[in-house]
């Protein structure tokens, strides 16, 4: 089975759907509310929620987006005047789709507190082959999209000679990390472009117990709010913590 396919069977649905749903329940409720879905199908899905009587006073509120995240988001983020606008941000993919770029562009805004699932044992754990020279060039170019930079490469994997001794060897770039420094390479590229980062990323698993996505949250600025929001993340994800 394809990976991309594989990740989606697994995927916990709790973690999959809802999160529109409890944004739509949270009191105070926001001024707006932009859900971005790329397939028709599922954003033909969210714009009925608008009409669910839970939420009638926010129906003029929802604004459903079908369209590529990434690109919606740095155009939003670009067009978007920050000067007296607040955001939260929720990026819940399935698995490689959010570009380092765009939480850049989020970050850059310095006006967006942001929750990011980023998929440690979901994807990129497994898009990591022992060998770099088995991973497929389009997987690559996925890695240094979601990293932002190929420095993955020199993170992971470490040179080995296959065989020292006479001199005849190969030399391989051998994986030599284990999740917990893949998600701790994530951690210190949010916390290089956003003021504050919640020290405790949650670790979520699927039924059978095993790692599927990092949580993590970045604030907007690190001045009071900043650090009462980073508060306020910091237990929410104690609650949800477990160790990889
Ligand atoms: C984990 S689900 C999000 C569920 C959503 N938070 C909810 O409450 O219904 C991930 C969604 O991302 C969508 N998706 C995948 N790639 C995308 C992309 N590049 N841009 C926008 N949406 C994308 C998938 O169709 C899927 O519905």
């Known amino acids: 089975m394809p990976l991309f396919a594989q990740i989606a069977e697994e995927a916990p649905q709790k973690f999959l759907d809802g999160s529109a749903r409890i944004a739509l329940r949270t009191k105070p ?11 028709r199908a599922r954003a033909e899905k969210l714009e009925k929620l608008r009409s669910e009587p839970d939420w009638t006073s926010l129906a003029d509120s929802v604004y459903v987006r079908c369209g590529e995240s990434n690109e919606l988001l740095r155009r939003w983020c670009d067009d ?65 999209k979601v990293f932002g930079d190929d420095r993955w ?27 917990e420094q893949i998600g701790s390479a994530y951690h210190r590229r949010l916390q290089s472009i956003f003021p504050a980062v919640a020290r405790n990323p949650a670790i979520l698993r699927n ?33 949800i913590t477990e160790d990889i």
């Open 29 to 39: 409720s926001f001024d707006q509310y932009l859900f971005i879905e790329k397939s």
């Open 80 to 144: 978007t005047d920050w000067k007296d606008c607040r955001a939260v941000v929720f990026l819940d993919p399935f698995g490689m789709q959010v570009e380092w770029n765009t939480v850049q562009t989020i970050a850059k805004t310095g006006a967006i507190d942001t929750w990011i699932l980023f998929p440690l044992g979901m994807a990129v754990n497994r898009m990591l082959a022992d060998d770099l020279a088995d991973i497929p060039s389009p997987w690559q170019d996925r890695l240094t």
């Open 207 to 239: 039924s059978t117990r095993s790692p599927l996505f990092q949580f993590h949250f970045a604030a907007a600025n690190a001045g009071e709010g900043g650090k009462i929001a980073l508060r306020i993340a910091e237990h929410l994800l104690k609650g």
């Open 153 to 179: 490469r020199g993170e992971f994997y470490h040179e080995t000679i296959s065989d020292p001794l006479f001199g005849t060897g190969k030399t391989r770039m051998r994986k030599g990390c284990a999740l």
